[in-house]
């Protein structure tokens, strides 16, 4: 088993870029794809990323994912930045024994 | 368009039983995987389980093995989450959601049930 570990909370001003990172405690980052969920306060999550680095459709080209073997995380980058943006952010990967793995989710803030 | 409607809100005491739903539409529901995410008041993302409809194959977190329990009724593309006997500590938002074989991951979710255990 493994855990997925992001930051608390990140802060960035509108227009500007923001990443939040997932490290993965044991076994490669590269093993099993990771994805990205968004969660507005009040609401659903909805999938922003998925294999590792796809956007679904509807989801604006101002997200992107990427995974580095060598930190063995993930990342999630937003550029030019908006207020809509400020929510909750989650990465998932999975683990054979348990299924979903999510990490602790990171708390976004566009101020 | 892919759906998962969840079941309405709800407001138990300790020790009653519930059943909450999630029904899917615009797929063949049959063929995706159905796992139970929970989140607690102010609190992250949990697996809970997950069912395979077409078989009712079914996997549960260690977590929650023997407090819950999935199912799955493929005649009207239903699947299900309920509890014996609650506990206040089962007060949480529930979300029902489709997992990609794919990447493992998860490509709809349904908007949730909120459930209220408290005398």
């Known amino acids: 088993n493994f855990m997925l570990t992001q930051p608390h909370s990140v802060s960035e001003s509108p227009g500007k870029t923001v990443t939040i990172s997932c490290t993965r405690s044991?076994?490669?980052?590269?093993?099993?794809?990771v994805q990205w969920y968004q969660q507005r306060p009040g609401s659903a999550p909805t999938t922003v990323i998925y294999e590792d680095n796809q956007r679904p459709s509807g989801v604006p080209d101002r997200f992107s994912g990427s995974i580095d073997s060598s930190s063995n995380s993930a990342s999630l980058t937003i550029s030019g930045l908006k207020t809509e943006d400020e929510a909750d952010y989650y990465c998932?990967?999975?683990?054979?024994?348990?299924?979903?793995?999510f990490g602790g989710g990171t708390k976004l803030t566009v101020l | 368009e892919v759906q998962l409607v969840q079941s309405g809100a709800e407001v138990k005491k300790p020790g009653e039983s519930l059943k909450i739903s999630c029904k899917g539409s615009g797929y063949s529901f049959t063929s995706y995987w159905i796992g139970w995410v929970r989140q607690m008041p102010g609190k992250g993302l949990e697996w809970m389980g997950i069912?395979?409809?077409?078989?009712?194959?079914?996997r549960y977190s260690p977590s929650f093995q023997g407090q819950v329990t999935i199912s799955a009724d493929k005649s009207i593309s239903t699947a299900y989450l309920q509890w014996s006997s609650l506990k206040a500590s089962d007060t949480a938002m529930y979300y029902c959601?489709?997992?990609?074989?794919?990447?493992?991951?998860?490509?709809?979710w349904g908007q949730g049930t909120l459930v209220t255990v408290s005398s």
């Open positions: 959601a489709r997992k990609v074989e794919a990447v493992a991951g998860i490509d709809y």
């Open positions: 069912i395979y409809p077409g078989d009712s194959d079914t």
């Open positions: 998932q990967s999975y683990d054979s024994s348990t299924n979903w793995v």
């Open positions: 044991s076994g490669s980052i590269a093993s099993n794809y």
